[in-house]
């Protein structure tokens, strides 16, 4: 039987290992791709901790941000060939026979979390934080010639919930765009806005990342909703930190008719609308954003590869990987952890 390398998380709440387990074969409809490079998401770590729901698949391999070359595809796969440099997404399809699989949405995030029996990579199925995955052919994305795999990594889940979150919001020419929480996904949000033309605001209460976002391209940097509103306000505001309370606040700083868009699992208290003086007289709209269509994920890789944007990643190598997830976990990495194979 040949074997790999892969992260393995144990059991809620303990280490990750670096173990040889049984590389996976691909069946019909599936290829097998040599994994280059893997980010690790703050959700891989808070899944091991038992913060989320625990990886159904056994072992249990984290990692939704795979992305290698193919190098075995199984029976009945046209779509993709041995040597396409291919990426993994968090969501790899659907059952195809649920309620919700029946509207023939879109593949997307909000599958993910209405589908019976969703593909969901490092999580129902193993992820990509080891040598090799196997995945649906129909749930891959080409990758752009000459994007690194470093770069496309980190563009899988992260930039990938950045710009689905700018779509979402729908900004108009002329429009300001602030980015709350300057992190894994709003240094990339920050970006995205920036290249789009749009001017750009980073909210951040974190005194030590204000000079990082403005070298990403931030027209003013905030410390909250109150400075953002005394400096003019936003017509829109991307919240990527993980708080209600944060994102709750950024509505004193929402100018009339504005969009706030919530991406991500928010944790802490609960979203309050007072902050918007009254809610109802501004007009404002509150949007949930996760993965969008596919075709968001493929404008954002394209981005990366003409140079729009450029993830600043921490490299690490395999046998760090368990480093690399306590670092991560500890909000320590500036600002995606990426791991090379």
Not at 221 to 246: F, H, I, M, N, Q
Request: hydrophobic share 45%; glycine share 12%.
């Amino acid at each position: 039987m040949e074997t790999m390398l892969a992260t393995v998380m144990p059991q809620p709440g303990a280490p990750w290992e670096v173990r040889e387990i049984p590389m996976p074969r691909p069946g019909p409809g599936q290829v097998l791709v040599k994994v280059h490079a893997s980010g690790i998401c703050v959700n891989d770590v808070l899944a091991s901790r038992g913060a989320l729901p625990f990886a159904t698949a056994s072992p249990a391999v984290p990692g939704h941000e795979p992305v290698g070359e193919v190098v075995e595809a199984g029976a009945g796969v046209t779509a993709r060939t041995v040597g396409d440099r291919v990426g993994v997404p968090w969501v790899q399809g659907g059952c195809g026979r649920c309620a919700y699989c029946r509207r023939n949405l879109p593949v997307s995030g909000q599958l993910a979390l209405n589908c019976a029996a969703p593909v969901t990579t490092g999580f129902a199925a193993q992820g990509g934080l080891a040598e090799y995955v196997v995945a649906l052919a129909a749930g891959t994305v080409l990758l752009p010639d000459g994007l690194p795999y470093e770069q496309a990594a980190p563009m899988m889940c992260a930039g990938y919930t950045a710009w689905s979150a700018l779509r979402a919001a729908e900004p108009r020419p002329l429009e300001r765009v602030a980015v709350l929480g300057i992190g894994a996904i709003g240094h990339l949000a920050l970006q995205f806005a920036r290249t789009c033309g749009f001017e750009t605001v980073a909210v951040t209460g974190s005194s030590d990342k204000r000079d990082a976002a403005t070298r990403l391209g931030a027209d003013l940097v905030v410390a909250d909703g109150a400075e953002l509103r005394d400096a003019g306000g936003a017509d829109v505001v991307l919240a990527t930190t993980p708080s209600y309370e944060a994102a709750s606040d950024s509505l004193r700083g929402l100018r009339t008719d504005g969009r706030l868009v919530v991406s991500g699992f928010a944790r802490g208290a609960a979203f309050d609308l007072a902050p918007a003086r009254p809610f109802f007289t501004q007009r404002h709209r509150v949007i949930g954003s996760t993965h969008g269509p596919v075709a968001h994920l493929t404008e954002a890789l394209d981005l990366a590869a003409a140079g729009r944007c450029a993830a600043v990643t921490e490299v690490f190598t395999a046998d760090a990987v368990a480093k690399a997830a306590e670092r991560v976990g500890a909000g320590e990495v500036r600002f995606r952890a990426v791991v090379t194979y």
